[in-house]
């Protein structure tokens, strides 16, 4: 069973930072890593939205929102994603996923949440103005 596990949400104000972890691990894991990783985010009353993702070459992609204040990283070695928040802004505020997938698929798929089997339970991220 995959488990995705999220940490380093927080309170934050705004034009602060704040650095998301998530670490990934499944029984039985035999060291192949996920063709893709992400952050999605899901505000109070909203539909989760897809924030950045990553492959395993590097490839990066973002939401237009968060271009030039986001950076995603993963460390493959150890399975474990992350997302480096600066410039925070309140229309950040949302609850944070981390997920994963095996699949390959086309890059103009990477943000769509369908293109993800596996997901944590969130971290909160508040930014207050």
């Known amino acids: 069973q995959v488990q995705l596990v999220e940490s380093g949400g927080g309170s934050v104000q705004a034009g602060g930072s704040l650095r998301l972890s998530c670490a990934a691990a499944a029984s039985g894991y035999t060291g192949t890593s996920y063709q893709r990783m992400a952050w999605f985010r899901q505000p109070p009353g909203l539909e989760r939205e897809g924030v950045a993702c990553?492959?395993?070459?590097?490839?990066?992609r973002y939401a237009d929102s968060v271009k030039g204040r986001f950076t995603i990283s993963r460390d493959n070695g150890k399975n474990t994603l992350y997302l480096q928040m600066n410039s925070l802004k309140p229309e950040d505020t949302a609850m944070y996923y981390c997920?994963?997938?095996?699949?390959?698929?086309?890059?103009?798929?990477?943000?769509?949440?369908?293109?993800?089997?596996?997901w944590g339970q969130g971290t909160q991220v508040t930014v207050s103005s």
């Open positions: 990553i492959g395993t070459d590097g490839t990066t």
């Open positions: 997920a994963a997938d095996y699949r390959v698929l086309p890059t103009i798929l990477w943000l769509r949440a369908s293109s993800y089997n596996y």
